[in-house]
């Protein structure tokens, strides 16, 4: 299995289970949030390049960002880099619904992305789904 095949199963398995964990977790007589496709979906990603690779990694995330951004359902990707810690990048997005999300990790840009920067990584990829906190 490929390292591309690898983190998608590894990612759909960490989405489905912080999607699932909350809601069934509920008590009784609480009325659940919407169903995660029928409101946005956030996503946010640490990517912690090499030093040395940094700069390639930017480039590259700098590409993923213009080519997500015309994907189907995306309302926002924004590239942020940590001032302390200059090789570490934090991508924010923002989806109309979950399967606006899982139509672009198929997407060949995103695959393409994830096949450049893997050399490039100091670490792995962390990534976190999540939704708005409910207003009080």
Do not use: C
């Not at 496709?37 to 995330?61: K, M, Y």
């Amino acid at each position: 299995m490929s390292h591309v095949s690898r983190f998608a199963a590894l990612l759909a398995l960490a989405v489905f289970v912080a999607l699932a964990g909350p809601v069934a977790a509920q008590p009784t007589g609480i009325v659940a949030s919407p169903p995660p496709d029928a409101s946005p979906f956030n996503v946010v990603i640490h990517a912690d390049f090499v030093p040395r690779r940094s700069a390639e990694g930017l480039v590259a995330l700098q590409q993923y960002a213009v080519d997500s951004r015309k994907d189907d359902g995306a309302m926002r990707v924004d590239i942020l880099q940590e001032l302390a810690q200059p090789n570490h990048f934090i991508i924010e997005e923002v989806w109309r619904n979950r399967a606006a999300f899982d139509a672009h990790l198929g997407a060949p840009h995103t695959r393409a992305f994830r096949d450049t920067i893997q050399p490039l990584m100091g670490s792995p990829f962390d990534v976190r789904v999540a939704r708005l906190a409910p207003a009080s």
